[in-house]
Nanobody
Framework: QVQLVESGGGSVQAGGSLKLSCEAS?????????MAWFRQAPGKEREGVAL????????TYADSVQGRFVISQGNEKNMLFLQMNNLTPEDTAMYYC???????????????????????WGQGTQVTVSS
């Protein structure tokens, strides 16, 4: 049984940093090699933020966070991280860790824009950035 548990959210001022963690259990990376962070602000659609291919650790980012956020997998492969730097109020949202269960071939930028491809989700961790 797959379980994803996020932590590390909180309230920071603009320009600050946070590091989110996701503890993943039950994920079979050989058949579900893509992990991602999504976020959803009130009244907005869920947005893909960062994607990691666990096979070669390659990463893909949304334009809105490119250069500020870094997704990584811990040496203990059950941990996924999102380092967020230079945060702005526009980054305020609930952040979710997700595992891609679709088994579909798709370019990374398509996968990051397709929440439906991700079958397992954590409960989310809130990030609030004040100006």
């Amino acid at each position: 049984q797959v379980q994803l548990v996020e932590s590390g959210g909180g309230s920071v001022q603009a320009g600050g940093s946070l590091k989110l963690s996701c503890e993943a259990s039950g994920v079979t990376y050989s058949s579900a090699p893509f992990m991602a962070w999504f976020r959803q602000a009130p009244g907005k659609e869920r947005e893909g933020v960062a994607l990691l291919y666990t096979g070669d650790k390659s990463t893909t980012y949304a334009d809105s966070v490119q250069g500020r956020f870094v997704i990584s997998q811990g040496n203990e492969k059950n941990m996924l991280f999102l380092q967020m730097n230079n945060l702005t109020p526009e980054d305020t949202a609930m952040y979710y860790c997700a595992s891609d269960t679709s088994g579909q071939l798709a370019p990374p930028w398509v996968r990051l824009r397709s929440p439906a491809m991700f079958g397992f989700w954590g409960q989310g961790t809130q990030v609030t950035v004040s100006s």
